[in-house]
């Protein structure tokens, strides 16, 4: 627990630098979280009342399509922050769920806890609504750029802006995230193992 801790501060403190006596309070409000791959966080149509932050493993924000269908929008890896941000600030119903894509940990506050803690230092909510905010961003940045692209160009784009995830998450997982079978994705990365490039679009 206090490894993990000491990586959260280390994360924070990229940001801003944390008083050693606020250090101890926030560290009252966090809880620690194993988790296994599969393992459900927040479930679809549930509010978020949880902010996690990822101290190893990957976690998924998967939605459900128009045919029924999970699809994986977001993956989530170390030292980053994860909830679903609109329903965890606005206390709204989640349109998707959050689930443990690898082995992991996390830290943990609740919302009641964060709550509590923000009324104390108030600079704390500031910083942490300034790196959800970023992150969300950033991860729509790096979806957007999949969209519009035939499946071979969006695999590409994957492996060279995430390739640790490549390596880490099934490739199930990989296939929801491009939007193509798992079929596809096989042939697309023998032909990259070919040398070919590929030239299936889906």
Known sequence: MEA?????????NLFREIPTADVEL????LQQKDIVPGQVLLQQGKT???????????????????????????????NRFCTILYSFNGNIVAQESIVAATTGELLV??????????????YFKNLVERITQQALLDKIKIRNSLMGEEATIRY???????????????LSDVASYLGITQQSLSRIRRSFKNGKGGDTAE
Do not use: C, W
């Open 4 to 12: 993990n801790k000491k990586a959260f501060y280390r994360f924070l």
């Open 26 to 29: 926030i560290s009252q409000h």
């Open 48 to 78: 978020a009342k949880e902010l996690f932050f990822v101290v190893s493993g990957i976690l998924k924000i998967i939605s459900i399509n128009e045919k029924g269908t999970d699809v994986i929008q977001f993956f989530i890896k170390e």
């Open 109 to 122: 506050f609740s919302k009641t806890s964060l709550e509590a803690l923000y009324a104390q230092l108030p």
């Open 156 to 170: 590409h784009k994957f492996i060279s802006q995430q390739p640790d995830i490549m390596l880490r998450v099934p």
